[in-house]
C-alpha cells in the first residue's frame, strides 16, 4: 500500500491536514475521529490522525499508549495513523506501535543516540511504517542535517512537546526553510503545535507538506471542523 506521507509531492500540493487526537473529547473518541475522517468533501477531510504519546519523561504529560492505537485501528481500517512519540525510549514502542496498527512512527533526534536514528528508521520500516524523525523549538536543525537521506519525514516542532493550545514559535519556519532543498519530492516536513487558521499560511509558505493541529480543530464545534481543515490546507 502506498504510504501517503511519501507520495510525491510539489510546493503547489495543498498539504495534509492531521488532527491530534489529543484535543478530541476522550470521551467520544471514536465519534469524534469519524466526524474528522468522514466528511463528504474531501477538502474538509482529515488525511491523518495524529497521535500524541507522551511519557512523563520526555514530555512533562500523559497522554496514550498502544492501545488507542489499536482501538481507533479496528474502528478505521483504512486510516492513516500517524504515531507522535514524545518518549524517552522510543525503540521501546516501534514494534508495539506497528502491531497496533501504526502507519508512521515519529522519534525525536533528542531521544536518541545520533548513531541511533539510521537503524531505528530501518527498523520503522522493516516492520510496514514510514519513520519520521522530530525536531524540538530550542534543538538546532544541524542536529537532523546528517540524517535527512534516512528518513521519510522531518518533523519540525512549533511549541515545545507537552499539551495542546500552546502558542506558535514562528522561528522554527526558518529549519523548514533549511531543510526543504536537501529533501527530495516523496519526503515531507510536517509542523506540529500552535498552529491554526490565522498562521498556516506561513507554514505552507515555507514549504510544509504536513500540517498537524490539535486545538484549531478539535476545539471547535464538529460542524465548524470541515471548514477548518480546509482553510489550514489553504483552500
Ligand atoms: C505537542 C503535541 C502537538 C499538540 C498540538 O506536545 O505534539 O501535536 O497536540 O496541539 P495544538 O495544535 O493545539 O498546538
Ligand atoms: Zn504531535
Known amino acids: 500500500m502506498p504510504n501517503l506521507l511519501t507520495m ?4 503547489s500540493t ?8 489529543l484535543s478530541a473529547d476522550f470521551a467520544a473518541m471514536g465519534e469524534e475521529c469519524r466526524g474528522v475522517l468522514e466528511h463528504a468533501d474531501a477538502a474538509g477531510r482529515a488525511d491523518l490522525l495524529h497521535l500524541d504519546v507522551m511519557d512523563g519523561h520526555f514530555a512533562p504529560n500523559l497522554t496514550m499508549g498502544p ?3 489499536r482501538a481507533l485501528r479496528r474502528v ?3 486510516a492513516f495513523l500517524d504515531v507522535h512519540l514524545m518518549v524517552h525510549d522510543p525503540a521501546m514502542f516501534i514494534e508495539r506501535f506497528a502491531d497496533a496498527g501504526a502507519n508512521n512512527l515519529t522519534f525525536h533526534i533528542e531521544a536518541v543516540d545520533e548513531v541511533q536514528v539510521g537503524p531505528m528508521a530501518d527498523k520503522i520500516r522493516s516492520i510496514g511504517a514510514s519513520a519520521g524523525l522530530a525536531i524540538n523549538p530550542p534543538t538546532p536543525v544541524e542536529r537532523v542535517m546528517p540524517h535527512l537521506e534516512k528518513i521519510d519525514m522531518l518533523l519540525v516542532m512549533s511549541v515545545n512537546p507537552g499539551y495542546s493550545g500552546q502558542a506558535f514559535i514562528p522561528e522554527v519556519l526558518e529549519k523548514v ?11 515531507r516536513v510536517q509542523m ?3 498552529i491554526n487558521v490565522g498562521n498556516a499560511g506561513a507554514v505552507r509558505e515555507a514549504g510544509c507538506g504536513c500540517i498537524v493541529a490539535a486545538s ?5 464545534p ?3 471542523r470541515p471548514g477548518v481543515i480546509r482553510a489550514l490546507r489553504g483552500l
Not at 495543498?14 to 487526537?21: H, K, M, N
Not at 526553510?177 to 519526503?187: H, N, S, T, W, Y
Open 192 to 194: 506540529d503545535g500552535g
Open 216 to 220: 484549531a480543530v478539535f476545539g471547535v
Open 177 to 187: 526553510r533549511a531543510v526543504r532543498k536537501k529533501l527530495k519530492p516523496i519526503q
Open 222 to 224: 464538529a460542524l465548524q
Open 8 to 11: 510525491p509531492r510539489d510546493r
Open 76 to 78: 478505521f481500517p483504512a
Open 14 to 21: 495543498p498539504p495534509l491536514i492531521a488532527p491530534s487526537i
Open 67 to 69: 492501545d488507542m492505537c
